[in-house]
């Protein structure tokens, strides 16, 4: 058995705070997390699942944290030469009773130009903007580099 210290007594009363619950309470956010970086020159990222739980689809316009100057939803595609690339998703609709997985390798929220090193242990609070005009803010655990999500 390991000791447990205080960053993961930290992250563990983080992993159990409620979801976020956004845009009318339709929109529940679940389990964000990120992984620490290395400094400030690389962007960081963030990673959720956004639940519609209402009857009318919803839409993502944007992110905010005084994390990041640029808080910016990315899709990873990999073309039929094996090319894999990220753009920018100006909008991302989550369909009525569906859920869009922001994860590694697809959707993801990407931190770029970091005001500050994104250190295990700590979080922050970031901001999902919808197209309604609302605003949803969460905290977001900063995991380890080579974390694979909330369950490690």
């Not at 962007?43 to 009318?56: I, S």
């Not at 998703?89 to 929220?109: C, Q, R, S, T």
Request: net charge negative; glycine share 10%; hydrophobic share 45%.
């Amino acid at each position: 058995m390991r000791p447990f210290g205080i960053a993961t007594l930290v992250l563990s009363l983080l992993a159990a705070a409620p979801p976020v619950l956004a845009d009318g309470d339709d929109v529940v956010i679940e389990d964000a997390w990120s992984r620490a970086s290395i400094g400030t020159s690389r962007p960081g990222v963030a990673y959720m699942t956004l639940r519609n739980t209402g009857a009318e689809p919803v839409m993502v316009t944007g992110m905010r944290t005084d994390l990041a100057m640029m808080p910016m939803i990315h899709a990873t595609t990999t073309d039929a030469q094996g090319v894999t690339r990220m753009s920018h998703m100006e909008e991302v609709e989550i369909a009525a009773g569906e859920a869009v997985a922001l994860a590694p390798g697809g959707l993801h929220v990407m931190l770029m130009d970091l005001q500050r090193p994104m250190v295990e242990g700590e979080s922050y609070t970031l901001s999902v903007i919808f197209a309604d005009g609302t605003e949803a803010s969460i905290q977001v655990p900063i995991l380890g580099m080579a974390s694979r999500g909330p369950a490690d």
